[in-house]
Structure formats: structure tokens, C-alpha cells
């Protein structure tokens, strides 16, 4: 089940349907940098290139629970 959230980047109201997993580890990434949702969903978008932000947010929750860093790569 996908769950939609909305965000103002850059300037720009965007939605992001992600599964609830994917939120979770999201927001645990946002709590531990101490960022807001809003403030990390920025942080995602301005490093993530030409690559769908959807498949961004995958990712670095991917590479977080791998042990990895939270900042994606960009294409």
C-alpha cells in the first residue's frame, strides 16, 4: 500500500507516494539528522539529478539500513 505526502520543493508543491515501510525509515533518517520532513525531502531532491524523486527516497532509505550514507547519488 503506497501512502501519499505532499512537499513545497523548491518552490514547488510535489506529492511522493512511497510504501509505509519506506516512510518509516524516511522519517527515522529526517529525526537522527535533525531535520524536518520537509527539510530532508529537500536535502533528497536537490542531490538526486535527473533521477525520479520516488526512486531517490528508495534508495537512501535502502543505503541507511545498509549502513550507508543518507545523501543520494545523483545520475
Do not use: N, Y
Not at 529525526?31 to 531532491?45: I, V, W, Y
Not at 536537490?46 to 532509505?61: H, K, V
Amino acid at each position: 500500500m503506497l501512502k501519499k505526502r505532499s512537499f513545497l520543493l523548491a518552490g514547488h508543491a510535489t506529492s511522493v507516494a512511497l510504501e509505509l515501510e519506506f516512510w518509516a525509515v524516511l522519517d527515522r533518517m529526517a529525526e537522527q539528522t535533525g531535520e524536518s520532513r520537509a527539510g530532508f525531502m529537500a536535502r533528497l531532491d536537490a542531490g538526486r539529478g535527473r533521477r525520479p524523486l520516488a526512486s531517490t527516497c528508495r534508495l537512501a532509505a535502502l543505503a541507511w539500513i545498509a549502513g550507508g550514507s543518507p545523501s543520494p547519488k545523483t545520475d
